[in-house]
């Protein structure tokens, strides 16, 4: 995707997130500036841990930033009001990661496609609520006698794709896909990865894709993002950033995926990813890095532009 010129549908600017356990302060994302342009997959990829997970729920305001600005469309959204919240509520949704968990197995799949509809106003009358229920199953590729049936009578697979009917129903431009495949088999995630790709095209969506698994991210995102830690460390357009990554860290996670599918050799890191609660000084990652030197120990690299569409945060290139 081209984004010279283009507007960011979503920015942060500084956003960082801090949780208290006990006495320690963790810091799970760390000044991390972003845009993700109308219309894009923007892929977040990282291991466990890294505040992917952090980060979009801070942007859908399920968790709120302790410092750092959230703009829609050129909007300050990061404190919003009531009322602001609640139409913010409309635009921005969000899919999770297992579809036995945040699914209301009590109500028929009707009632919690129409209730949101209810909730917002929209919909007009209950057989026009049913009608628009019926067409958003049918985008996700159910029929119409799902509206009957009730979340715990379905597959893993079904059940996704109820739970991104759930997210469309009140037509977002903006939706957070936290993980959405990995708790399927195989055999389903193509399907639902397929799903989510059509739905970009014909509804003209933009996502935030977060993901483990690098291969599952270059396949479906336009432009990626790897976290380490808390913090974004490169930046690029899914082609380049796969084809030549910058950032050690990102070297490591593709060589990983490469080895694990016999076509490559292993770049070991050294040592254990260090705890959120008491990260490194300097670079975060330079306890692991093979290519560390006495700079990074003690001052932290900036994410800057390497070259252009390519950002990097790494003394080493410099």
């Known amino acids: 995707m081209n984004t010279e010129n283009r507007q960011p549908l979503l920015s942060v600017s500084g956003l960082t997130k801090e949780f208290r356990q006990g006495k320690d302060r963790v810091l799970a994302v760390s000044d991390l500036s972003l845009e993700i342009y109308k219309g894009e997959i923007f892929g977040l990829v990282g291991e466990s841990g890294c505040g992917k997970s952090t980060l979009g729920q801070m ?13 829609l469309e050129g909007e300050d959204v990061t404190h919003p ?71 715990d009578e379905l597959s893993g697979g079904q059940r996704q794709r109820v739970a991104i009917a759930l997210a469309l129903i009140l037509e977002p431009d903006f939706m957070v896909c936290d993980e959405p495949v990995s708790a399927l088999d195989v055999s389903v995630q193509a399907q639902v ?34 976290m380490y830690l808390g913090n974004l460390v490169e930046l690029g ?65 900036i994410l800057r532009e390497i070259e252009p569409g390519r950002s990097c945060a790494c003394h080493a290139r410099g």
């Not at 942007?59 to 703009?71: N, W, Y």
């Not at 579809?99 to 209810?118: F, H, M, Q, R």
């Not at 060589?255 to 990813?273: Q, R, T």
């Open 59 to 71: 942007l859908v305001h399920l968790l709120e930033p302790t410092a750092g600005e959230i703009r």
């Open 81 to 151: 009001s009531k009322k602001r919240f609640r139409e913010l509520c409309r635009r921005m949704q969000i899919v999770f990661q297992d579809p036995y968990s945040s699914i209301d197995t009590t109500k028929t799949v009707g009632w919690l496609l129409e209730e949101p509809l209810k909730i917002h106003k929209l919909g007009g009358s209950r057989e026009e609520r049913r009608e628009k229920a019926v067409r958003m199953l049918r985008a996700v590729g159910l029929e119409e006698s799902y509206l009957r049936r009730f979340p």
């Open 193 to 226: 990865l397929n799903l989510l790709s059509e739905l970009r095209e014909a509804l003209g969506l933009t996502y935030l894709f977060i993901s483990h698994d690098l291969h599952v991210v270059s396949y479906l995102s336009d432009r990626i993002g790897v």
């Open 237 to 301: 357009e899914s082609g380049a950033l796969s084809r030549n990554p910058l950032h050690p860290y990102t070297k490591a996670l593709f060589s990983a995926a490469l080895a694990a599918e016999g076509e490559g050799e292993l770049a070991l890191l050294s040592g254990d990813p260090p705890s959120p609660a008491d990260p490194p000084s300097g670079c975060p990652f330079h306890t692991r890095c093979p290519e560390c030197m006495e700079r990074c120990k003690t001052e932290k690299p």
